[in-house]
């Protein structure tokens, strides 16, 4: 099982950056599949996931609005759409698999059974 997280980069405020999480070993759409991040010197901190069973969607309060997570099955794909990126959204992203997802209860687990590579994410003018 592998998570190849891609899309990083370094984006002005105000600006968009979609990263991109490659599945392999597993189908995404067999797992919970979330985006968490880590900034310096923070608390890892799930951003948003999405529900296997029913592709219902979970975003902390602080994205809300402005991520937006997909999944492309037919590429074995989780993407997470950034918008309206602020200084704050800057930290190295984690994609994960297999963590509690309950966006009716507006829940998501810190823990994960499978995690990929980060991707740097810097906001700043």
């Known amino acids: 099982v592998q998570l190849q997280a891609s899309g990083g980069g370094l984006v002005q405020p105000g600006g968009s950056l979609t990263l991109s999480c490659a599945a392999s070993g597993f189908r995404v759409d067999d797992y919970n599949i979330g985006w968490f991040r880590q900034a310096p010197g923070k608390e890892r901190e799930g951003v948003s996931c999405?529900?296997?069973?029913?592709?219902?969607?979970y975003y902390t309060a602080s994205v809300q609005g402005r991520f937006t997570i997909s999944r492309d099955n037919a590429k074995n794909t989780v993407h997470l759409q950034m918008s309206s990126l602020r200084p704050e959204d800057t930290a190295v992203y984690y994609c994960a698999s297999d963590m509690i997802c309950l966006p009716g209860l507006k829940i998501m687990g810190n823990h994960a059974d499978y995690w990929g590579t980060g991707t740097q994410v810097t906001v700043s003018s």
């Open positions: 999405i529900n296997n069973s029913d592709d219902s969607t």
